[in-house]
């Protein structure tokens, strides 16, 4: 059976969630994945997918755990219909990097 790389909160593993050695999904910032989960989204809506029906991919906010103080970063993760995450390395960018990514996105797709 797969380790379960959810995030612990008072006990419980939280769904919609992604923890590594690392870093972690914020589940004090940003928006619920589906109504009653917990918080960490960035966008209103997966970027593909829908959560209740279908995997789901989303933009993250990211706790770092070795400099909690560090603040602006996001990640990419993948989640099956019960919240569980798909992948749990992490590619972990901050705001400046998120703006770039947005505009090598926007070169690709006007090509």
């Known amino acids: 059976m797969p380790q379960d790389h959810r995030v612990v909160e008072n006990g419980t593993r939280v769904p919609f969630s992604c923890e590594n050695d690392r870093f972690q ?14 918080l960490g989204a ?11 029906n279908t995997r789901s991919l989303w933009l993250e906010h990211v706790l770092d755990k070795w400099e909690p103080n560090r603040k602006g970063l996001y990640w990419l993760v993948w989640y099956g219909t019960d919240g ?5 390395m992490s590619a ?14 926007q070169d690709l797709l006007s090509d």
């Open 92 to 105: 972990v960018f901050e705001d400046n990097e998120a703006s770039e990514l947005a505009r090598q996105l």
């Open 42 to 52: 960035a966008g209103q809506r997966p970027i593909s997918g829908v959560p209740e």
């Open 84 to 88: 569980m995450p798909e992948t749990v």
């Open 25 to 38: 999904t914020n589940t004090r910032l940003g928006n619920a994945h589906a109504p009653g989960s917990a």
